[in-house]
């Protein structure tokens, strides 16, 4: 959509902005309401710099997760007008910080076919 955006600010594809949107798969009214959201600012900018803000605080503090920025935003104000959770691991993800946690493997033991089977097991 960036590219039909870029199109059409240029002047050079308002009259084919139908041809563009059904080259790329969209419709037409998606691509405006993305242009007339691209104008607004992010709604949780503010909640952003707390946390730009957070981190830079201190050296550990970049390793912070969501539940501990959470916290912390819950002590800066106790009043508590801050944001679940959930989306504040959505703007992490957003600015970058947070990343997804690697998962650990379920077992370290792999199966050797070549070894005998215990006396219990044969019939």
Same mark, same amino acid.
């Given at each position: 959509?960036?590219?039909?955006? &870029?199109?059409?600010?240029?002047?050079? /594809?308002?009259?084919?902005?139908?041809?563009?949107?059904?080259?790329?798969?969209?419709?037409? &009214?998606?691509?405006?309401?993305?242009?007339?959201?691209? !104008?607004?600012?992010?709604?949780?900018?503010?909640?952003?710099?707390? %946390?730009?803000?957070? %981190?830079?605080? $201190? $050296?550990?503090?970049? !390793?912070? /997760?969501?539940?501990?920025?959470?916290?912390? #935003?819950? #002590?800066?104000?106790?009043? /508590?007008?801050?944001?679940?959770?959930?989306?504040?691991?959505? %703007? #992490?993800?957003?600015? /970058? %910080?947070?990343?997804?946690?690697?998962?650990?493997? !379920?077992?370290?033991?792999?199966? $050797?076919?070549?070894?005998?089977?215990?006396?219990?097991?044969?019939?």
């Amino acid at each position: 959509m960036k590219f039909l955006a &870029q199109k059409v600010s240029d002047g050079n /594809g308002k009259q084919h902005v139908t041809r563009y949107c059904r080259w790329l798969g969209i419709s037409r &009214q998606g691509f405006y309401k993305f242009m007339k959201a691209s !104008n607004k600012p992010w709604k949780h900018a503010a909640i952003a710099q707390e %946390i730009r803000d957070i %981190i830079a605080e $201190d $050296d550990w503090n970049d !390793n912070y /997760g969501k539940k501990r920025i959470w916290e912390a #935003l819950l #002590l800066k104000h106790p009043d /508590g007008d801050i944001p679940s959770i959930t989306t504040i691991y959505r %703007i #992490l993800t957003k600015m /970058g %910080i947070i990343r997804k946690a690697k998962k650990k493997p !379920n077992g370290i033991t792999k199966a $050797d076919k070549n070894s005998r089977k215990s006396d219990t097991h044969s019939a």
